[in-house]
C-alpha cells in the first residue's frame, strides 16, 4: 500500500524514491504482488519537489503511453513507472479533490484483471454511489480543467489557495511553539501538517491528563499527544487528531507518536485565524492576534506566496 502524497504526514515521495520501490517490486516481490497507490492528495501538491527531484509522468512504461500530468506538478503515478501498470491499482477521490467529502465518490483506475474483481465486490458493499453524485461529478471533471477563478484551471486555483491556507496555518504553529516542516526544503502535499509538540506546549498540559487511562487510546493509556488533542478539544476550542492511531500499537506504546499531532488547514481563514489566537492563548496567556494578519488581498494567477511571512505578493 503506497500513499503519497502521505497522510498525516505530508510527504511526497519523488520520482525516483517511486522508482526504487517499482525496481524493488520487480527484482523482489512475488509476482502476484499488488500495489494500492492511495493519490487521493495529488493535485494538492503544495510544496513540489526540487527540479532535480522533480516529477514528470511523460513516459511510456512499456504497455500503456501515459500522457504527463499537467495539472498534478511534483506527482508521479505509480502506475506510469516502467512495469507498473498492470500491478498497480490508483485510487482517486472526488470528496478531496473538490472539498465534497461528504460525497463519498471516488474511482479506481487499473489493468482490467485488477478492476474485474471491484466491481464483482462493490455491490455487496455499496451497491453503486447515487446516480445525483456520479452526474454532478461527470459534469465538474469536465468543468475542473478550465479557467476557473483568473486561474488556468480549478486544480490551479485549489493548489494556491491550499498553500495559502498552509502557510497561515504554519505561521501559527510555529508561533505558538510547534516544530513544524520547513517547506522550502521538503516537499509537501495534503492539506494536513504534522507538527512535533514543543516543550513549552507540553507542559502547557495539566499533569493529570497525561498518562491516564483512556480505553480509546492506543493501549487505553492518553499519551502525550492523545492528552494534548483532548485538552484542546475539551477545554481550549480547538480539534486536532493525535499521531498515534497513525502508528501500530506497539510504536505508539513505546512512545514513537507522543510529540505529534495532525492538523487540517482545509479551513476557513477565520477558522485557521481563531485557532492561531487559540494556540496563542494557551500557552502565553496574551490575547493579541499572533499572526498580525493583514487585510486579504484579492487573489489573481499572477501570485507569489511568500512562504517567510504568508504575506500575498505580486
Request: glycine residues 6%; aromatic residues 10%.
Amino acid at each position: 500500500i503506497l500513499n503519497s502524497p502521505h497522510n498525516p504526514s505530508g510527504k511526497v515521495f519523488t520520482r525516483s524514491e517511486m522508482t526504487f520501490i517499482a525496481e524493488a517490486i520487480t527484482e523482489k516481490a512475488n509476482p502476484e504482488c499488488v500495489v494500492l497507490s492511495d493519490e487521493v492528495y495529488k493535485y494538492i501538491v503544495h510544496a513540489p519537489p526540487k527540479s532535480s527531484e522533480a516529477n514528470n509522468d511523460e513516459s511510456f512504461n512499456g504497455d500503456h503511453e501515459v500522457c504527463p500530468a499537467v495539472s498534478c506538478q511534483g506527482h508521479t503515478h505509480f502506475a506510469s513507472l516502467p512495469g507498473m501498470f498492470n500491478r498497480t491499482i490508483t485510487i482517486s477521490s472526488a470528496g478531496k479533490t473538490f472539498s465534497a467529502t461528504g460525497w463519498q465518490v471516488g474511482w479506481c483506475v487499473g489493468p482490467e484483471h485488477l478492476i474485474a474483481p471491484i466491481h464483482q465486490l462493490l455491490p455487496y458493499v455499496q451497491f453503486c454511489a447515487s446516480t445525483v453524485i456520479q452526474e454532478a461529478l461527470a459534469r465538474t471533471l469536465k468543468k475542473a480543467d478550465e479557467p476557473y477563478e483568473g486561474y488556468s484551471s480549478y486544480y490551479e486555483y485549489l493548489k494556491v489557495t491550499y498553500t495559502k491556507k498552509r502557510d497561515l496555518l504554519h505561521n501559527a504553529l510555529s508561533s505558538a511553539g510547534f516544530g513544524v516542516t520547513d517547506y522550502s526544503r521538503t516537499p509537501g502535499g495534503g492539506f494536513f501538517i504534522f507538527a512535533r509538540i514543543g516543550k513549552n506546549i507540553a507542559e502547557a498540559i495539566p499533569k493529570d491528563r497525561v498518562g491516564v487511562c483512556n480505553n480509546a487510546a492506543p493501549g487505553g493509556v492518553a499519551r502525550l499527544d492523545w492528552a494534548l488533542c483532548q485538552w484542546m478539544a475539551e477545554e481550549i476550542g480547538v480539534l486536532c487528531i493525535p499521531s498515534s492511531p497513525f502508528f501500530s500499537d506497539e510504536r505508539a506504546i513505546e512512545g514513537a507518536s507522543d510529540e505529534f499531532i495532525r492538523i487540517a488547514f482545509c479551513k476557513t481563514d477565520e477558522t485557521i485565524r481563531s485557532a492561531a489566537e487559540a494556540f496563542h492563548l494557551m500557552t502565553t496567556g496574551d490575547e493579541t492576534d499572533p499572526l498580525d494578519i493583514k487585510e486579504e488581498t484579492e487573489l489573481d494567477p499572477e501570485l507569489e506566496l511568500v512562504n517567510e511571512d504568508a504575506e500575498i505578493k505580486k
